[in-house]
């Protein structure tokens, strides 16, 4: 019963802004941990973020500290992505995944997933 769809991909140019939307149900975040990752061609997924939902803080990966921000709207049980400062390299295709163990950026630890949505950064 636990999904997640992705939305909001998109073609920006380098040091634009975008953001995308992680729409849930079958869960809360006071029960999942939730994570973003992403996943260039050629390389492997990597974490972006990750939410713990014991105190609801997020951990960025360094790569984009300081450029993407994770925010939450309860009621429309959504999860948002904010890139800011996008750089070619952010280019990938990006997922939202939870489970209930707070598993970290650790990609491989996550049991449900979306189907992803493609960002691609290029001038």
């Known amino acids: 019963q636990v999904q997640l769809v992705e939305s909001g991909g998109a073609l920006v140019q380098p040091g634009g802004s975008l953001r995308l939307s992680c729409a849930f149900s079958g869960f809360t975040l006071d029960s999942y941990g939730l994570g973003w990752f992403r996943q260039a061609p050629g390389k492997e997924r990597e974490g972006v973020s990750c939410t713990s939902s014991v105190d609801g803080s997020t951990h960025y990966a360094e790569s984009v500290k300081g450029r993407f921000t994770v925010s939450r709207d309860n009621a429309k049980n959504t999860v948002y992505l904010q890139m800011n400062s996008l750089k070619p390299e952010d280019t990938a295709v990006y997922y939202c995944?939870?489970?209930?163990?707070?598993?970290?950026?650790?990609?491989?630890?996550?049991?449900?997933w979306g189907q992803g949505t493609q960002v691609t950064v290029s001038s």
């Open positions: 995944a939870a489970d209930p163990f707070n598993p970290g950026l650790a990609f491989l630890d996550y049991e449900y």
